[in-house]
């Protein structure tokens, strides 16, 4: 599976984004999907996750909740990460993630680095004034 993540950018506190994830290769129907992020200096956190029939199975940090959104469109293969209300601690490398093997649903954890297979090259979300 080879995914190219996009959409990052400069924002203003308060302002709204979209983070793409497209599959150039495999159906992301089949799979668990996870968006993560990686602030500088930090360790990378998950930030939402959805099995493979588009059902949440991690909502988050507190931090996201009520702000971000994840959502599937199978016809383009794309995965997207909706963000508003953006803060400037949301600034990150933002992750798309594919887990292919089903280590995600076997251990219940969905948002753990290492249950992912498939990793998008990240996209810079910079929220500043």
């Known amino acids: 599976v080879q995914l190219q993540a996009s959409g990052g950018g400069l924002v203003q506190p308060g302002g709204s984004l979209r983070l793409s994830c497209a599959a150039s290769?495999?159906?992301?129907?089949?799979?668990?999907i996870a968006w993560f992020r990686q602030a500088p200096g930090k360790e990378r956190e998950g930030v939402l996750a959805?099995?493979?029939?588009?059902?949440?199975?991690?909502r988050g940090p507190n931090s996201v909740r009520g702000r971000f959104t994840i959502s599937r469109n199978s016809a383009k293969n794309v995965v997207y990460l909706q963000m508003n209300s953006l803060k400037p601690e949301d600034t990150a490398v933002y992750y798309c993630?594919?887990?292919?093997?089903?280590?995600?649903?076997?251990?219940?954890?969905?948002?753990?680095?290492?249950?992912?297979?498939?990793w998008g090259q990240g996209t810079l979300v910079t929220v500043s004034s």
């Open positions: 959805i099995n493979a029939r588009g059902d949440y199975r991690y």
């Open positions: 290769t495999s159906t992301l129907d089949f799979y668990a």
């Open positions: 993630a594919v887990d292919s093997a089903g280590r995600s649903y076997n251990s219940g954890n969905y948002n753990v680095p290492g249950n992912y297979d498939y």
